[in-house]
Each structure stands twice: as structure tokens, then as C-alpha cells.
């Protein structure tokens, strides 16, 4: 529903990450007075690589954590960058750079300093800020008129200081607390066990037997850096059917073995798997995920997180009750993460100057729950509410504020990748058959209204 009615609002956006960044400018574009707050030195978010680990607690339990980034030293896209940019900024090669398909991962950082500085938003930033507590302030009939008190501090400094907003955007990220499974014997095995978000390099694991849980993108790009250093590498999975390019990569390295979940962990070294196997091993590498969390939050219990359900949360945004006045950016997963985080804020900053009008709180609460019950009917487990791997759900979402629903070409070099990446685990990055979609992408309008000289194609 639009609405001719604008008016603008004091609004604190929580992460210069790239839902942050891209909320800041589109919340600006709609007349807003947008405070940025960021823990680190510069914008990225995630893609801001940080060599430094959780010294305290090597699985990652500390919340909130003191190192934000999980990303490792090699770590490279897993879609090409025609798709990963923003619609109006596309992620275009660039002379003297990083200039694959699929490059890594300071490529990406460096297109967010270039979309940062294009848009003049570094000068909303307040860097070196950590938030410690959001909550509502305290009036009378707050839900008429709610504000905001967060209460942040300089890193550098020791005193926090507080500050009223009419609206909170949290746009923080999902995969910064570790998700870690529960083992028999976990807390007593005295070996080495770590987090995926702590490793960065395979150095520390030369000539050991490691074993990896978890056979998703980090598990298998973890696992195959091991191969050339470890002295054997184990991949436990929840099943033994595997894609065919994993099963090459395994026939292909001798000191490269799979397995079912681990059943139970030894305190003399031994790992038992649910397949009846074990090993002896040196190093334990939970590539099992990441946790949705905000410890800095208080929304008097209306905003929870259930098994990893952050809700409730109309369309994955807005918590019905508390609407419009604090929303969320980047919950969702298994999208295309920069063109849905945009339509996103997008819809978000329309609704905050009223140019957009959400249903009654009650209606929002009605779908919410109308959607838990389809994804039960559908056998999906609770904490699997947030991934979409829906190019349809998408195109609707953008509906809400008139933004383009994805290019075909788009939806197509997202599907070969992921096509590509099942039957060439190792080689996929590099590999290239979709010479006439890369043709089709670099056609259109966002493309071909760049400057040339920026281009390397």
C-alpha cells in the first residue's frame, strides 16, 4: 500500500556490513537522519577479514564475541560476481585487482569501500562504536510514540553514552556466533576443537589427523586446504550420499576419508562415528554454522530466538508488535544476499516515512504464523525457518516496495554455479559455460551505463 505522506525519522542502523551499508543509503535516500554504528575500524562487516582469533574460547562460545569476522585466509565467493552486487552498483572487474568470476574475499570488501564511497556514506559512520543495549524507552503509551535508547561505547574509550532514535535497523549479520552440535563426550575430550569461525589458515594442523563435521560450503573448502598439509583429514557428514563432485575429491586424495555424524567423542583422542569407524585424532573443525544473536537487544521478550528462529518477524523484517519502529536486515539466508538485503531497506525506509503502509499488527501476527504452520506442513525444521532458496519468494518480497523483481540471467548464473559447484567441487570457480548469460548480464542497463574505464571485460 502507498501513501503520499513522508515524513522523516532519527534512525540508528546497527553494522556497516552490506545489509548496513545499503539500509543507510536507501534510508537516506528517503529523507531520514541516519546514525551508522560500527564495532570495527571500517565497513565490510563479515567481509572484513581479521586475522586475530577467540583466544578464550576456541569454539566460539563467547557472547558477545570479540572478533566479528569468520572469514578464512582463502576464502573465495561461491557465486560469480555478476549476481553478488547491488542492482544499481553492479560488481564489476576492475584493472590491477582481483579480477576472477569468483574471486576472494577482499574483492568483495574492497566493492563495498567502492559502493561506500560512491554514495558518500562513510561520513554517517561512527566507527570503533560497540552498541551494548537497544531498548524501548520507558513513556507512557510507548506503542503510540516508541523510541529507542541505545547505549553505546568508543572502543577506545571507556564511557558509553546514550542516544535517543525513532527507529532501530539491525543489520548485524548471522554468521558471527558459532552453531555447535551436541556430542557425547564434547566437554571431555581434551584435544584440540575449534570453530570454523576461529580457523583461518592450515598451518597449526601439519601433519595431524583432523576431523571436519560438516560437509557444507566451509566443511568441504576447509577439508580440501587440509589435504596438502594434514597428515589425514575426516569428513563427517549427516549422510554417505554425496554429490558427485565431492565423491571425486575423495577418490582423488588418499589421506581424504568420509564418514557418518560422530556418535561420541573418547577422552584418550578417539572420534567414533555413527558408521561404526573411529580415528584417533589430533584437531576436532566444526564447520557446523552459524547462530542468529543480538545480546545487545531487549525488546521485553517480544523478539526471541527459537532454535535459531529469530521472531516473530513479518516477511523476515518486522516484528508485528514493534513495527515499524525496529526492523532487521540480512536474516534471511540462501539468497542472493546484496539484492535482497537492498530491497530490504528499501521497503523498510518507505514504511518509516509512511510512503508505505504495513497491515494492522494483528494481520502481520496472522501471517507469521500462518507461515510457521506451511513450513511444519512442509516438514522443514525450526531452525531452518530463515533460508529461502526461493528466486519466487524474492520477487514477491520486492513487490512490497516496488523494487525489480531479479533478472532472468541473474537467476540463471546463480543456478549454473550451484550446478557447476555439484559435479566440479574443486575446479567450478574457474570452469565456464555460460559464456551467453555473462553476455546477457554485462548488456544490461546497470552494466552498460558504467563508466568504460572501470570495466575489464
Known amino acids: 500500500m502507498v501513501s503520499e505522506k513522508t515524513n522523516s525519522k532519527h534512525v540508528c542502523v546497527i553494522g556497516a556490513g552490506p545489509s548496513g551499508l545499503v539500509s543507510a543509503r536507501e534510508l537516506r535516500n528517503e529523507g531520514h537522519f541516519v546514525v551508522v554504528l560500527e564495532q570495527n575500524h571500517d565497513v565490510g562487516g563479515q567481509w572484513l577479514y581479521d586475522h586475530r582469533v577467540e583466544h578464550e574460547d576456541a569454539l ?43 574471486p576472494g574475499h577482499n574483492e568483495l570488501l574492497l566493492y563495498l569501500k567502492d559502493f561506500c564511497q560512491r554514495f558518500g556514506l562513510r561520513e554517517l559512520i561512527r566507527f570503533n562504536t560497540r552498541v551494548e543495549h537497544v531498548g524501548m524507552v520507558d513513556i507512557p503509551e510507548f506503542r503510540k510514540g516508541m523510541k ?42 581434551t584435544r584440540k576443537q575449534i570453530h570454523s569461525h576461529v580457523y583461518r589458515v592450515p598451518k597449526p594442523f601439519h601433519n595431524e589427523v583432523v576431523v571436519v563435521v560438516g560437509n557444507s560450503y566451509s566443511g568441504r573448502d576447509i577439508s580440501l586446504e587440509l589435504v596438502d598439509v594434514a597428515k589425514e583429514v575426516h569428513l563427517s557428514a549427516k549422510s554417505l550420499q554425496i554429490s558427485e563432485g565431492l565423491s571425486k575429491v575423495i577418490s582423488k586424495y588418499q589421506n581424504l576419508h568420509i564418514h557418518l555424524q560422530i556418535d561420541s567423542l573418547c577422552e584418550d583422542g578417539r572420534v567414533l562415528f555413527a558408521d561404526g569407524s573411529w580415528v584417533i585424532a589430533d584437531s576436532i573443525i566444526y564447520c557446523t554454522g552459524y547462530s542468529y544473536s543480538f545480546p545487545f537487544l531487549d525488546t521485553n521478550g517480544i523478539v526471541t530466538i527459537d532454535d535459531n528462529r529469530v521472531g516473530p518477524l513479518y516477511e523476515h523484517t518486522f516484528p508485528p508488535s514493534l513495527a515499524p519502529s525496529l526492523s532487521f536486515v540480512g536474516v534471511p539466508r540462501k539468497i542472493l544476499g546484496l539484492p535482497f538485503f537492498e530491497s530490504q531497506a528499501k ?9 508505505r503502509k504495513l497491515p494492522s499488527s494483528d494481520a502481520m501476527m496472522r501471517a507469521v504464523e500462518e507461515f510457521y504452520h506451511s513450513r511444519e506442513v512442509a516438514g522443514i525444521p525450526k531452525h531452518n525457518t530463515h533460508d529461502i532458496a526461493d528466486f519466487e519468494y524474492c520477487d514477491k518480497y520486492g513487490d512490497n516496495c516496488g523494487f525489480s523483481h531479479l533478472e532472468d540471467w541473474r537467476k540463471e548464473l546463480c543456478t549454473a554455479a550451484i550446478r557447476r559447484s555439484i559435479v566440479n567441487l574443486e575446479t567450478y570457480r574457474d570452469t565456464c559455460d555460460d559464456h551467453e548469460l555473462i553476455q546477457l548480464a554485462h548488456q544490461s542497463p546497470h552494466f552498460t551505463q558504467l563508466d568504460p574505464d572501470v570495466l575489464a571485460l
Open 60 to 102: 566460539g562460545r563467547l557472547n558477545p564475541l570479540r572478533v566479528h569476522s569468520s572469514i578464512y585466509n582463502s576464502l573465495r565467493l561461491t557465486s560469480p560476481r555478476e549476481i553478488m552486487g547491488f542492482t544499481d552498483f553492479p560488481f564489476v572487474a576492475k584493472k590491477g585487482r582481483d579480477m576472477r568470476r569468483f
Open 148 to 189: 529507542w535508547v541505545v547505549r553505546f561505547k568508543n572502543t577506545k574509550s571507556e564511557k558509553a553514552k546514550e542516544e535517543i532514535f525513532d527507529a532501530v535497523v539491525v543489520a548485524t549479520g548471522h554468521y558471527s556466533q558459532p552453531r555447535l552440535p551436541s556430542i557425547r563426550g564434547m566437554d571431555r575430550w
Open 347 to 355: 521497503w523498510i525506509a518507505q514504511v518509516l516515512s509512511g510512503r
